[in-house]
C-alpha cells in the first residue's frame, strides 16, 4: 500500500505555491497519495489588497482546501513550506502548527517523515534559518527529517540548499531547476514514507 503524504504550505504570492505543487508532484510520482493543503490566512482583507500580487494569488487559490488537523491524523508523511518572515516561518503557518497539541500528546505526529521548503527575498534573506526554524517543532513531535541533502544533481543544479528546497522570491518565479528539486525532495520523502510504512 502506498503512503500517504500531507503537503501544507502558506504562501502569500505564490512562491511557495508553486514549490508546493512540485513537491505534491514528486510524492505522487513515488506512488503516494497526496493532499496539498493551504493554512487559512490570517491578514485582513485591508493589508491584502495593499499588495496586488498578494490579492491576485489569494483570489486565485481559493480553491485550493485549507489544512486541518485531520489532514496531519491523515498522513503518514508531510511536507511543510512557508516564506520567509525574518528568518522564521510566517505567523500563518506558525498558527497552525501551534494547535497540534493534542495530537502531539497522543503521539499522533511521533515518526512520521518530514521535510520543509521556503522563499526568500533573495538568497541571504534567511533560507537556511527559517527550515532550521521550522525543523524544531518536527523535532519536538519526534519526526523523522528528511532533507534532501546533497542526494541529487537536482539539489545542486537549484542552487545547493541541503536542508530544502529555497527560491529567491525577488528574482520572480521558481524556474525548472527550483520546480525539479522540489519535485525531487517531494519524491525523496514519499520513498521515505513507503519505507517506513512497509516496516510498520
Do not use: C
Not at 18 to 44: H, T
Not at 59 to 78: K, N, P, Q, R
Amino acid at each position: 500500500m502506498s503512503s500517504k503524504v500531507a503537503v501544507i504550505y502558506y504562501s502569500s504570492t505564490g512562491t511557495v505555491h508553486q514549490l508546493a505543487q512540485a513537491i505534491a508532484e514528486g510524492a505522487a510520482k513515488a506512488g503516494a497519495e497526496v493532499r496539498l493543503r493551504r493554512v487559512a490566512e490570517l491578514a485582513p482583507s485591508s493589508a491584502i489588497d495593499t499588495n496586488p500580487a498578494w490579492r491576485a494569488h489569494a483570489d486565485a487559490t481559493s480553491d485550493v482546501e485549507i489544512a486541518t488537523l485531520d489532514d496531519l491524523e491523515w498522513a503518514d508523511a508531510y511536507a511543510f513550506g512557508s516564506p520567509t518572515r525574518y528568518g522564521n516561518i510566517t505567523a500563518q503557518l506558525k498558527q497552525f502548527l501551534d494547535s497540534t497539541g493534542g495530537l502531539w500528546q497522543r503521539g499522533v505526529l511521533a515518526d512520521k517523515p518530514a521535510t520543509g521548503f521556503t522563499s526568500a527575498g533573495n538568497n541571504h534573506g534567511g533560507n537556511e534559518s527559517t527550515l532550521l526554524a521550522l525543523y524544531n517543532t518536527l523535532y519536538h513531535w519526534g519526526s523523522v527529517i528528511v532533507a534532501p541533502g546533497y542526494t541529487d544533481p537536482a539539489v545542486f543544479a537549484a542552487g545547493g540548499n541541503p536542508y530544502g528546497t529555497s527560491h529567491p522570491g525577488g528574482a520572480g518565479a521558481p524556474g525548472e531547476e527550483k520546480l525539479e528539486a522540489a519535485r525531487y525532495q517531494g519524491e525523496r520523502l514519499a520513498k521515505f514514507a513507503n519505507r517506513l510504512r512497509a516496516a510498520r
